[in-house]
């Protein structure tokens, strides 16, 4: 009988063809995954049928391998927006708080925020960094003098960005069904900027004088 042999990816070669994946797997991306996700990348939109094909692997087994992927949180689908060109200016803005439940509280409202495009916790003096947008200038410049309300929070650097040139498209939080407070808890009506028309205030609530 003839031996199995395996594969760089760990797969034995008969189950690398088939696409299934070997026992006692414990997780992790293998050959068979790779291949999808490069197809995925090419086209999202195909459905399983067209996948299977060109991945070159049975239906149903890209059906456990998609239910694989997408359960274990490997991949996600999600649409994505041109923010250069719908003209909106962006910038990067980097944070020192100093206490670790001031920290915990800024990331937990920075999550929420429509307008974070990027959020990490780093290891410098700017712990923590954003990526954000604005429909305008104005709108972006309140944005970012109203992180300085955060308690314990010091704004160490801002970089106002220029034309974004990769990637252009970013996921963005629409609400369909608007609200009477931003997600971070704060009122539009009652704040200085928006009144005197420096802010179009939150995408989230009712208050919101731009588009989306």
Do not use: W
Not at 1 to 17: E, H, N, P, V, Y
Not at 176 to 198: F, H, I, R, T, V
Request: glycine share 8%; proline share 3%; charged share 25%.
């Amino acid at each position: 009988m003839q031996a199995r042999t395996t594969s760089i990816s760990g797969l034995s070669r008969d189950r690398s063809r088939s696409g299934e994946r070997p026992r006692g797997d414990k997780g992790g991306l293998d050959e068979t995954d790779i291949k999808i996700i490069q197809a995925l990348k090419k086209d999202s939109r195909q459905n399983l049928t067209e996948l299977a094909k060109n991945v070159g692997i049975s239906r149903p087994t890209v059906y456990k391998r998609m239910e694989y992927l997408v359960k274990g949180g490997f991949i996600e689908f999600d649409l994505c927006v041109n923010i250069a060109k719908l003209g909106f200016t962006t910038a990067h803005i980097g944070l020192e708080v100093k206490s670790r439940e001031d920290k915990k509280k800024l990331v937990e409202v920075l999550e929420k925020c429509p307008r974070v495009l990027l959020l990490t916790c780093n290891t410098t003096k700017s712990n923590v960094s954003a990526y954000i947008y604005g429909e305008n200038m104005d709108t972006l410049s309140s944005h970012i003098e109203s992180l300085r309300e955060f308690q314990g929070a010091e704004i160490v650097y801002v970089f106002h960005s220029g034309s974004q040139t990769y990637p252009r498209s970013f996921r963005i939080s629409m609400y369909p069904e608007k609200g009477d407070k931003a997600p971070c808890g704060m009122n539009c009506s009652k704040c200085q900027n928006y009144s005197q028309n420096l802010c179009l205030g939150c995408p989230a609530t009712k208050d919101y004088r731009g588009f989306l």
